[in-house]
Nanobody, 124 residues
Framework: QLQASGGGLVQAGDSLKLSCAAS????????MGWFRQAPGKEREFVAA????????GYGDSVKGRFTISRSNMKQTAYLQMSSLKPEDTAVYYC???????????????????WGQGTQVTVSS
């Protein structure tokens, strides 16, 4: 089970940190991802981190502004968002791959566990 939190209403240029707490599974074995979905748009890949932390990737629209990390001790994944823009407004979802899928980190189909989403709204 995944629980995303940390969303809110911020102004353009502000920072925000999202958290995704996992329970009931060996978090250290999970590849984790963040996706977002704005109204009327498809779900978009934001960032991913492998179970070991050795593989990290970002969507083109957030590179250089967002940072994904994880704490296996706290069983939590994080998404630090900086220099936020109005176009970052969306519901952000965390996801986990518990099956050691060979799918691409950028594809939602790789992940079998999803959090409930947390709203991020960036005003101009």
């Amino acid at each position: 089970q995944l629980q995303a939190s940390g969303g809110g209403l911020v102004q353009a240029g502000d920072s925000l940190k999202l958290s995704c707490a996992a329970s009931g599974r060996a978090f250290r074995s999970l590849d984790m991802g963040w996706f977002r979905q704005a109204p009327g748009k498809e779900r978009e890949f934001v960032a991913a981190i492998s179970w070991s932390g050795g593989r990290i990737g970002y969507g083109d629209s957030v590179k250089g502004r967002f940072t994904i990390s994880r704490s296996n001790m706290k069983q939590t994944a994080y998404l630090q968002m900086s220099s936020l823009k109005p176009e970052d407004t969306a519901v952000y979802y965390c996801a986990a791959d518990s099956r050691r899928s060979i799918g691409r980190d950028t594809e939602p189909e790789k992940y079998d566990l999803w959090g409930q989403g947390t709203q991020v709204t960036v005003s101009s």
